[in-house]
């Protein structure tokens, strides 16, 4: 398959998507004109839209990391061959593995925490959920005590490596199967780099209640590795029960 550059997706977005507006509002009227709504589908549709904001709602747990934080380190690769005695050679020829240091064992530490500390979970997380790492970095040691204690305040952010995206990265790998069913599920997050005496990792994770409709939840409880443990559920499901 030949790899399109960006002046080719260019054009083939703008033909795709061409005639649709840009303003918010504008939108909206134009999508009532293409689906031909009419006001009884239109109240339909906000009656569904409060009743779902009634319904719905965030739960929130936080865990803590005692550690200095760090980034995802970059993939390692090395050459696997029969001779390496290693699992994936299983042809003649010689290939590429990619790895992730240390990703088996920042697993592990994670299921450990897990188990131990979020026992209030009936399941791994598998709706839509807001995350948030706060990670404060060790105070440099050529602060002043004012600064010292101004950075313990969170006046001071941390700007050297690591990135955020990579920050955000190796934690939400290691809650994949630990905390949530996978990082997919993240909707929403941010990352905080800040300093302070006590190096730590802090995670908010907000997860909603339910997910949004029967398409989602069909896509989810059709993986392999959802367990009907999990109790997932979707808006309106009760009233899809009733209605048998």
Not at 116 to 123: A, K, M, N, T, V
Not at 179 to 188: E, N, S
């Amino acid at each position: 398959m030949t790899r399109r550059n960006r002046k080719q997706k260019q054009l083939e977005y703008d033909i795709k998507y061409q005639g649709i507006p840009i303003n918010y509002l504008e939108r909206l009227s134009w999508m009532c004109d293409k689906y031909n709504l009419s006001e009884k589908k239109m109240d339909e549709i906000i009656n569904k839209r409060d009743d779902m904001i009634m319904s719905l709602c965030y739960k929130e747990i936080t865990i803590i990391l005692f550690e200095e934080p760090e980034g995802s380190p970059r993939p390692r690769f090395r050459l696997v061959n029969r001779q390496n005695l290693i699992n994936e050679a299983i042809t003649n020829s010689n290939f590429v593995h990619v790895y992730m240091p240390n990703a088996h064992e920042d697993n592990v530490f994670m299921q450990r925490m897990s188990e131990s500390e979020l026992y209030q979970l009936d399941g791994l997380l598998c709706t839509p959920c807001i995350v948030e790492y706060s990670t404060f970095f060790k105070t440099p040691s050529s602060f002043s005590i004012t600064d010292t204690f101004l950075a313990e305040c969170g006046l001071f952010t941390q700007l050297n490596k690591p990135d955020w995206d990579n920050i955000g990265k190796k934690y939400s790998d290691m809650s994949n199967q630990n905390i949530w069913l996978d990082d997919a599920f993240v909707v929403d997050g941010i990352v905080h780099k800040r300093y302070s005496m006590l190096p730590r990792i802090e995670i908010k994770i907000n997860f909603l209640n339910m997910v949004y409709n029967k398409y989602q939840y069909n896509a989810i409880v059709k993986r392999k590795d959802y367990n009907e443990s999990y109790g997932l559920k979707y808006f309106g499901m009760e009233e899809n029960k009733n209605d048998k």
